[in-house]
């Protein structure tokens, strides 16, 4: 694949083009990568379309297969599955399961679990368990 970079200030915000003959495996990861946090999270309340900023949004679980995303005060149901979602909030969110990810900014409160699991409580009020194989990650990003 070539590669080509031009600076210019009317490119400003920046964005990218990709010139090809077909959608291959290779130019969609490079697509992906380049739209990672690359904008708002969109779910729907009732039959309305809600725009959220990354901000806005405690936590994202997936519920009876449908990826919720909680915010201070309401639930939202997304269209996208979770790793999609954790792509495009990137390193404000931590995952801790396989169906859960959180926004660290929002993170309350920590008690002992079952089974070497902790319980996470969010400033909203949402609580979910961290499982053992995301843990790590956890205390070292608070330092433990």
């Known amino acids: 694949m070539n590669v080509k970079i031009e600076i210019a200030k009317e490119y400003d915000p920046a964005y990218a083009v990709i010139y090809t003959t077909a959608v291959t495996e290779e130019i969609q990861k490079v697509s992906d990568f380049l739209q ?12 309305r379309l809600v725009i959220l900023q990354p901000e806005e949004i ?11 995303i909680y915010s201070k005060e309401n639930r939202y149901i997304s269209r996208k599955r979770l790793k999609e979602i954790y792509a495009q909030v990137g390193d404000r969110f931590l995952q801790i399961s396989k169906s859960t990810i959180i926004n660290l900014r929002y993170l309350d ?6 089974g070497g699991t902790m319980l996470l409580k969010l400033k909203n009020g949402c609580k ?17």
């Open 36 to 47: 990672q946090g690359s904008g708002p999270v969109t779910g729907y309340s009732e039959d």
């Open 58 to 68: 405690y936590m994202v679980r997936v519920e009876d297969e449908m990826t919720a």
């Open 109 to 114: 409160s920590m008690e002992a679990g079952f």
């Open 128 to 144: 979910d368990y961290v499982s053992r194989f995301y843990l790590k990650a956890l205390k070292q990003y608070l330092g433990l």
